[in-house]
Structure formats: C-alpha cells, structure tokens
C-alpha cells in the first residue's frame, strides 16, 4: 500500500482548511481505501489528535503545519464507531467527530420542500435535539440552495465555519449536519458563502426556535415539544365551537408595554401568566390578542418586523415560558390570538434577505420584492418553498404551543400589486392587473391548511379594502379567512362619535352606513392600537366636550360598539379609558384607576363582555342579517338610533338605544316585537359607570301600539350621550 494511495489528495487538504471544499463529507470521517482503512480529521487548535475505540488508541498525523490530521489502519475493511481525544497545553478532551455520522434527512424530506407540500417543515429543518447512530447531538438543517458552503458556528467551535461545515442535499438545496454532544441551549449561526463565492453576513436560523436577547441576533437550540399540558377541556371544547355563532370580545396586548417591573424591565412569561390572565378574566374577555411575539430585533416595531418567526421573543423568557402562558390562558377558559406576519420581513443583514446570497425568501423583482411604505423585503408567495415555510409556521403555533387563531397582518399589502406604488412602480400581473395571484393562492392555502389541520381555531384578516370573499370559504372562491376586521365600520364610527353633537346630525349616516354590509363578511369590530398611537391620541381624548362628556361619549360609544352585529376588539387601556396615547416604551397608566371615572368605564366593559357572552341575542347572530333589525334609523335631528338583535329560536331578544347628544329624551317612542315587560338591563348612564343615573328604573312596558313598524311599542327615557339595553321578560 503506497502513502499516495491512502492520504486525502493536496488539493483536498486545502480546501478544508479554507472551507471551501464543496463535499467536506468525502474527505473528512473513516473511509474505505486500498488495502485498508483512512481517518481523517480537521480539528484546528491542538497539539496532538488519537482516534478512540474501546481501550484502543490510534495517533493521527498532522499534515505539514497546519490542523489536518489522518491515518491509516493497513488490513481494516470494516466501519467502527471511534471518538476523538485532542491534547492541547496539558488539557485532554474527548469529542465525536461530525463527520463520522450519516444523513439524518432523507429523500421524502426533499421532494415535499421542493413539491411545496410539507406542512410540517419545522419538524426537519432547524434545529433538534436527537440520538443519532446512538449518540445524543443536535441535527442543523437550513435551505440554502444556492450556497455553495454553509456552516453552523458558535462558541462551541469558536465561531469557526471550517470546523461544522454542512452536508448539502442536492436534491432540495437542503444543508445539514449532525453536530454530536450539543444540546439545548447551544447558541448558534449558520455561515454562508455565496454563489459568487462571497462570504455573507452571520445569519440566524430561519426555523430557530429561540433566540438570543436583543441586541445579540443568535439561534438558541430549544425544543418546543415537551410541554406537559393541561388544557385538554380547552382543547376538546374548541372545535365543538362555531366561532362566528359564538361570543367572541378580545383585549388586544402589547405584551411588552401592558405591565413592567418596578425597575422598568418586562414582565416574563411566567408573571404575564400570573398577572394578565386573570386580569382578562375578570374583565370577561373571551380572547387575548397578543401583538407579535416572534422574535423580532426592533422594539420600535411593536414585532410587525420579525426575523425569528418560529421563536418567541426572549424579551420575556424562553420557549416553555410561552407555552405555560397559552396554557394557563386555556385552564381558565381563556383564548389566545397571535398576530402572525406572512406579509413581509426586515432586511437585517442576519435575517432572510439574500439569504444564501440571492433573493431567495424575497421576490428578486424589487417592484414586488420590496415594501416602500415599510423599508422591508416582501416575501416570494410564489416559490413552493416560502409558501411551505409560512404555513409551517402558522402551524407550528397552533401546533406546539396550541394557539387558538392568527390574526394576519397587512392582508391588503399582500393582495394588490400597486398597493403604496405609483404608476411604473409595480408590475403587473399575467392579466395585466394589479391583483397578486401568488399571494391570493397562498392565504387560501394557508387558511385551508391551518382549519383542515385545526378545527375550531379562527385566522382574522386585518384587510382595509373591499376586497371580496375575504371571510369566504376557499371552496367558494373566497380567501378563506373566519373573519375580517371591519375597518370602514371604525373609521366611519370614531370620525362620527369625534364630532361635537351638535354636528353628528349631519352625519348620521356614517353610523347607519356600515349596516349596508355588515354581513357581507364575518367581521371584527377593532379599536386597535393604530386608533391610539402616532398622534392620535386615546379614544377618550378624541371625545368632545368637557371631561364628564367625554366620559360619557366613550360610554355611549362601548354601548352602541358592543350592541352592533360582530365581534368586539379592544386595545389594551382603553377597557379603561386612558387619557394618554399609547406609549410602547411604558406601561399603561394603570394609576388611572385611582379615579372612579376611569373605574366606571372599566365596569362598564366588564358588564358588556358579561351581556356579550350571557346572551344569545348579542352574539349568535353576529354574521347574519337575521340577527338585525332596525327600529329608529332616521332621526338625525335627535342623533338617536335604535334596533333589536335577535339570536335565533329560544334566544330573548335584546334592544338597543342610542343617544348621541347630550340632551335627555323623555317619553320616547321605539317599536318592539314584544308587547309586556322589557327589562333595561344595561344604562351607560349609571351611577357606578360614571354617569348621571338617568333611565328607565329597571324596566318598561310596551302596548299593543304599532310603531316603527312593529306591533309593540314602549315610550322609553333615553340617557343623555348613552346607550341602553332591554331584553324582553318572556318569563
């Protein structure tokens, strides 16, 4: 047997020591050759390698001066497991070298990134923590198809790229690597050069499960499927659940900005669990709206810029600390909604922009792959791959932390090719229109995805135009979406309710408007945060008159909100009224409190919430006009209006009256359907709200006396800037 023969070839021995060898697996390892058997290994900062098997001790040589080491083993044919034991300064250290251990992916893991149609990505790519070939490690995966090498770096291999560089599976542009004896907790980049032989920026793992605190951008190995939950009412009640016909009123949260420590620093977890949940509970809200939680590098972007999208922010603990959050939320009753972000990502030099160096997770034609309004890339809906990688992602939220719906953002940025663009500055589609059938094809499937897979979860589409079907089932061309923010309905009703009274009887309309389509989709009522940021102050401070007028315009305002056909979404501190506009940098000003003014509102919330769930009439018929009838609709000179919301066989029916000045109305006639007894059940007028205590003293009868064309009708005591409620006594 000659040297020659046996010893990995120059060239070979150059390029991994420049790490730049495009098959490092063919070189380094144990490896059948003439006559025997070679081992090999690269293994920089040592004075002396041995191969380790059993109580035998094989030296490897150095080759020349630099940190390649082999040997050969004369007349050994067969494969054997070793380690190896590196001596340096009088330390000696045992490790398995990565290079000895065989794919872990296989060719099904190929065809379905490529076909587009795994599901279920974050189960092979990124980061787990197995037993591979009996040995514990963590297997890397990232796509990376146009690489031409990708390392996993880390304290573990001092940031070094020559020592873990990767497998690439041609097949699917896939790169992995078992890395043997790391564990959670491992924090990790990939490094990657270029098509073009260009070395890139550090990037994080696009499926990393958890990250580092900002302003370090590193991976953290974390494994998010070991949870021990206890939500399996929650859990085997959801799909049971009809959500449109349910009740459904949610408290949106800036997790970071709810609460803080007395020092300043956020809340974890584990104290939001402790503090916000019950606080939701009590105030009988069925749902918590979390703002983005995706790790994101930003905080001025309140996570609507997030690069971790299957991490949740460190900013308040690690993956478990997450998941025992949902988990409390479900043993109490309590939904939980993420803000999900399919629509575009930041271009921090360690995210996804030119990932292996091309636009591979954008679009490369800026006049599509780049948002103008955002400074953001936006993402290649139709590439197989991305499209697979965002639906994994919705999945993996109601998959390992059992998220009860998306709300997805900036859905009309996604559906129009020109939207934010001037003329010449956007690309047609195929037909020469401005409607982006990629991304059309995509929500469809995501939705279908996410409602095949997850029954009783509800996606929420926050969509600003009049784009059609968007609530629709796919199969009847629509979008697919369980809901959609009714964002003409806010803007027409705090544009009315901003007006000094004496003006809003020239605007009636824009509270009857919204009732033209109020069930041409299944909507969601906000008052979100956009509505109290950015110079637009709170909504108490958008109320005219002086402070006891504002109070009350607010009141009137919830009562009419919570009245009105859909479901109900309120910003965090406005259950309260806070005067000052959302800061996201503080927590909110819960001294408020301290003031019965702000008490009362809050008691009105709860009380509403409680009317919302308790009864049918308010809820059951949200999305469907049978549920809605107006009674007064046209009095504009004494801006009141009035209707009854029905809820369906057996249900009671609930009346609603408005007065949106601040003159009382006495011995005001409305219709009803009912002759007998109705009971006024709920007055934002009353003393513990805040109000003045006019009203109807618990109840009114109505007479066999046609009106508004009903064949009951009652004269009622309309509050000054107030809504009252009455439910028909059948009993």
């Not at 041995?50 to 040997?71: C, H, K, M, Q, S």
């Not at 990657?192 to 590193?218: C, H, W, Y």
């Not at 949940?277 to 105030?283: K, L, S």
């Not at 369906?648 to 408005?658: M, Q």
Request: proline share 6%; with cysteine; aromatic share 12%.
């Amino acid at each position: 047997m000659t040297e020659a023969n046996w010893r990995a070839r120059e060239e070979d021995v150059s390029r991994i020591a420049s790490a730049t060898h495009g098959d490092p697996f063919a070189v380094l390892g144990i490896h059948r050759v003439d006559g025997g058997t070679a081992i090999r290994a690269f293994v920089p900062g040592v004075a002396s390698l041995n191969a380790v098997n059993g109580g035998a001790t094989i030296p490897l040589e150095r080759r020349g001066f630099g940190d390649f080491f082999e040997t050969f083993l004369p007349g050994v044919t067969g494969s054997f497991r070793y380690r190896l034991r590196a001596e340096n300064d009088g330390r000696i250290w045992e490790f398995d070298d990565p290079y000895t251990f065989g794919p872990v992916l296989g060719p099904l893991d190929d065809y379905l990134l490529v076909e587009g149609t795994h599901k279920r990505l974050y189960e092979r790519l990124g980061s787990h923590p197995i037993r591979h070939e009996g040995v514990d490690g963590v297997l890397f995966a990232v796509w990376a198809p146009h690489a031409r090498r990708v390392s996993v770096v880390g304290d573990f291999n001092q940031w070094d790229g020559r020592r873990h560089t990767m497998r690439k599976r041609i097949d699917s542009g896939i790169w992995e690597l078992f890395a043997p004896g790391l564990g959670e907790g491992t924090v990790y980049k990939y490094e990657i050069v270029g098509v073009n032989g260009d070395l890139q920026p550090l990037k994080a793992d696009p499926f990393g499960f958890s990250g580092e605190m900002r302003p370090s951008t590193a991976s953290v190995v974390a494994r998010t499927d070991r949870h021990e939950w206890g939500d399996e009412a929650h859990m085997a009640w959801r799909p049971t659940v009809e959500a449109r016909r349910g009740p459904m009123s949610i408290l949106e949260v800036h997790a970071s900005s709810w609460r803080r420590k007395w020092d300043g620093g956020f809340l974890s977890y584990d104290e939001l669990a402790d503090q916000l949940i019950p606080y939701a509970v009590d105030m009988g809200f069925t749902h918590i709206e979390l703002m983005p939680i995706s790790e994101h590098p930003l905080d001025a972007s309140w996570g609507y810029q997030p690069i971790g999208l299957f991490a949740p922010t460190r900013r308040f603990g690690d993956p478990a600390g997450f998941q025992r959050f949902v988990d409390g939320a479900h043993r109490v009753g309590l939904g939980v909604i993420l803000d999900w972000v399919p629509a575009h990502f930041p271009t921090d030099e360690h995210g996804l922009a030119k990932f292996d160096g091309t636009a591979l997770y954008e679009h490369p034609d800026p006049r599509r792959g780049f948002h103008p309004d955002w400074n953001t890339a936006i993402y290649d809906f139709g590439r197989r791959e991305v499209a697979s990688t965002l639906i994994s992602n919705a999945i993996y939220w109601l998959d390992r932390y059992h998220i009860d719906g998306l709300r997805v953002d900036a859905v009309a940025s996604m559906l129009y090719l020109d939207y934010s663009r001037k003329a010449g500055e956007w690309l047609p589609n195929p037909d020469g229109g401005n409607q982006n059938h990629d991304a059309v094809r995509f929500l469809q499937d995501a939705n279908a995805s996410v409602y095949g897979a997850y029954p009783g979860i509800a996606t929420i589409a926050e969509e600003s135009t009049s784009w059609p079907g968007v609530s629709q089932p796919t199969s009847a061309g629509g979008l697919g979406f369980g809901f959609k923010w009714n964002m003409g309905w806010m803007n027409d009703t705090l544009s009315y309710i901003a007006l000094d009274p004496i003006y809003r009887k020239y605007h009636h309309n824009k509270l009857t408007f919204g009732l033209l389509y109020a069930f041409s989709e299944n909507f969601i009522l906000p008052i979100s945060h956009d509505e109290v940021v950015h110079g637009k102050g709170s909504l108490l401070s958008k109320m005219p008159g002086d402070d006891w007028q504002k109070f009350a315009n607010v009141r009137g305002y919830y009562g009419f909100m919570w009245g009105y056909p859909g479901k109900k979404l309120l910003f965090m501190g406005q259950e309260f009224a806070q005067r000052a506009e959302w800061n996201f940098d503080a927590e909110l000003d819960w001294w408020s409190l301290d003031h019965v003014s702000h008490r009362g509102v809050q008691s009105l919330v709860r009380d509403l919430n409680r009317l919302h769930r308790e009864k049918p009439a308010l809820h059951a018929r949200d999305c469907e006009p049978e549920g809605f009838q107006w009674i007064v609709v046209n009095d504009e000179a004494q801006s009141v209006f009035a209707w009854v919301r029905y809820g369906g066989p057996g249900a009671k029916p609930v009346v609603v009256a408005c007065n949106f000045t601040p003159e009382p109305r006495y011995n005001y006639r409305i219709g009803l359907p009912f002759a007998g007894r109705w009971r006024e059940i709920l007055n934002t007028d009353a003393p513990e709200y805040g109000g003045a205590g006019i009203g109807n003293l618990g109840e009114v009868h109505a007479s066999l006396n046609e009106s508004h064309g009903l064949p009951a009708s009652a004269e009622i005591t309309l509050p000054p800037l107030a809504t009252v409620y009455f439910e028909h006594d059948s009993g």
